[in-house]
């Protein structure tokens, strides 16, 4: 491991230590908002400096057994020591690959809840349909992982599912593994309502959205329009009955967000403008990586919504994540929230990109 790359983790280390002592301070422990941030700091540096600290143990061994070849004549000692230096040896190039990993630039909306969108596209009823399975699928996959669901606003099919959903999706690390899913899902599959049996194929997008604050995105209330109207379809005791709907528009963007599954007016404004702060906050992205040519250049794509990431066979039980070349024949499992093994492999797709970013840089 180079020097340069040694000096940052033995920083890194001393700041830990450093805000150990800070911890232990009385006056430390009466600022919430310090001890709040000392700790998301921590939490932050944590595994590095644990896996710097067992790189350091292992280095040790391997010049205490170097020593001991050189200096000791006993041969039971000298094998003793060679077994341990080969040993170290190896240990220390995983541990190596483990801290260059660590090391890698990390996405800052990785620790964020998300907002879903998710739209019937392309195969009319069915693609709606196929809307409604999604929502479904990642609502499975939510709760084996202790995550927790809050509908924001939907329209919904009269042939089933929906035309448009937003949910919000709260919990630990929930952008680090669930922004893979933005993109064009494509199904293939003989829907209800054919007689004659024939696989149609339909797609429904998804855009998946880091949830943002007030303090990242900028909003002025001279810039909105907030409008009031009455919700349609399931929700609340007052669908149908009062103006509890809410739809705001950003006058300059032109970004509209609404909600109307709220209990309250209040409680539907809270929710569109969260959901328009992460329209904003993407549509903003979105232009600096068109001014950059490409802010995110590895190969599981963009998140646009129109670019098929997956597709869903269902005659043949086979899902298909185009951009690692996975095929699992168990789209069963899949859409009973199994998405670990398709998520696994974009995570070290990723990784594996950011390396070589990193190499060539």
Known sequence: MNKKTLEALSVMENRVNSIDQLLQ??????????????????????????????????????????????????EEMRGLAKLQLEEAQEAIVIIEEQLELLLLPKDPNDDKNVIFEIRGAAGGDEANIFAGDLFRLYTRFAEKNNWKIDVMDMNESAAGGFSQISFMVKGDK??????????????????????????????????????????????????????TYR?????????????????????PTGIVAASQDGRSQHDNKDKAMTLLRARIYEAELEKQQSEAASLRKNAVGTGARSEKIRTYNYAQNRVTDHRVNLTLNKLDQVMEGNLDEIIVELVNDEQKNKMIEHIEG
């Open 25 to 74: 301070k009385e006056e430390t422990l009466k600022d919430i908002k310090l001890l709040t941030e000392l700790n998301k700091e921590r939490a932050n540096l944590q595994e590095v400096v644990e896996k710097y600290q067992d790189f350091k143990r292992v280095d040790q061994d391997i010049e205490e057994a170097k020593e001991i070849l050189e200096t000791e004549k006993d």
């Open 231 to 251: 919700a349609s379809g399931a929700g609340g005791q007052h669908i149908n009955t009062t103006d509890s709907a809410v739809r705001i528009t950003h006058i």
């Open 174 to 227: 929930v952008y680090s593994k669930m922004k893979f899913e933005s993109g064009s899902h494509r199904v293939q599959r003989v829907p209800k309502t054919d007689s004659k049996g024939r696989i149609q194929t339909s797609t429904a997008t998804v855009a998946v959205l880091p949830e943002v604050t007030d303090v990242e995105v900028d909003i002025k209330n001279s810039d909105l329009r907030i409008d």
